[in-house]
C-alpha cells in the first residue's frame, strides 16, 4: 500500500519567490497534519485538518504561510514570500482519527532551502 | 521550559548493550505517550505506546510514571540497526489529541 506521498522531495528557492508543497495522505485518513521539523526547534505541528477542514493553525508561524486541503486525496502548503528562515524539512502526516489515540502515518518529507 | 524535555545524546554504545533513554513532559494533563523513531534523513515512525503498566515489545520496553511525569525507553542487546534519533511523544488534550514532540536522543551503536 501507498504510504503518505509528498512533492517535491527537495527544493531549492531564491528569498521572495513562492513555494508550494504538495502532500497525498493515506487513502482512507481523515486527519492530516502538516509538521515544520529544524535542527533548533525540532519537530512542530503547522497545521490540523479533521476532514478536510482546518481544526488547529496555531502553528502557522505567519501570514507568509497557508495551507489548503480541497478534497480527501490532496493538501498544499503555500509559502509566499519565502525567507532563508523558513529552510526545514517539511512533513507532511496522516492519521484514521484525529481526536482517539493513533498513530500518526509520516510522509518522507519535503526538504526546502531557501538562498 | 520545553513541554517535552530529552537528552540529546549521543549515547555511542557498543553491540549488545542495553541503553536507557528518560524523557520527562510537564503538563500534567497529557494523557497518552509514544516512542517514535527517526532514522537519519527519513520520516518519524512509531515505535511503540506507553502504558501506565509498562509494556515490552522485544528488545524494547517502555515505562512511564505519571506521578513524576517521566517516560523511559531500554533497549537490550543493541544492534547496528538500532542507530537513530528517539521521539519522546505526549499528547495535549484540548479538542484533539495534539502529538508534542520532544527534540529527540541520538543513539550511535557501533560495532
Known amino acids: 500500500d501507498a504510504g503518505v506521498i509528498q512533492s517535491p522531495r527537495h527544493e531549492v528557492t531564491e528569498m521572495g519567490q513562492e513555494v508550494t508543497l504538495r502532500c497525498k495522505p493515506i487513502s482512507g485518513h481523515n486527519s492530516l497534519f502538516w509538521y515544520r521539523q529544524t535542527m533548533m526547534r525540532g519537530l512542530e505541528l503547522l497545521i490540523y485538518f479533521n476532514n478536510n477542514v482546518p481544526i488547529d493553525d496555531s502553528g502557522m508561524p505567519e501570514d507568509r504561510f497557508s495551507a489548503k486541503m480541497p478534497n480527501a486525496s490532496f493538501s498544499t502548503l503555500k509559502i509566499q514570500p519565502s525567507e532563508p528562515r523558513d529552510s526545514a524539512v517539511y512533513f507532511c502526516?496522516?492519521?484514521?482519527?484525529?481526536?482517539?489515540?493513533?498513530?500518526?502515518?509520516f510522509g518522507p518529507g519535503t526538504r526546502l532551502t531557501v538562498t | 521550559r520545553k513541554e517535552v524535555e530529552q537528552d540529546p545524546g549521543p549515547f555511542n554504545v557498543p553491540e549488545g548493550a542495553t541503553v536507557a533513554f528518560n524523557c520527562t513532559y510537564s503538563n500534567s494533563a497529557s494523557q497518552s505517550f509514544f516512542w517514535y523513531r527517526q532514522d537519519c534523513r527519513k520520516e518519524p515512525k512509531l515505535l511503540m505506546s506507553?502504558?501506565?503498566s509498562g509494556n515490552e515489545d522485544g528488545r524494547f520496553t517502555a515505562q512511564l510514571n505519571r506521578a513524576s511525569q517521566y517516560i523511559s525507553l531500554l533497549i537490550r542487546d543493541s544492534k547496528l540497526s538500532d542507530s537513530a534519533t528517539y521521539l519522546c511523544v505526549v499528547t495535549r488534550s484540548g479538542g484533539y489529541n495534539k502529538l508534542i514532540f520532544g527534540a529527540g536522543t541520538r543513539l550511535a551503536v557501533h560495532p
Open positions: 506507553v502504558y501506565s
Open positions: 502526516a496522516s492519521s484514521p482519527s484525529g481526536g482517539a489515540v493513533y498513530e500518526q502515518y
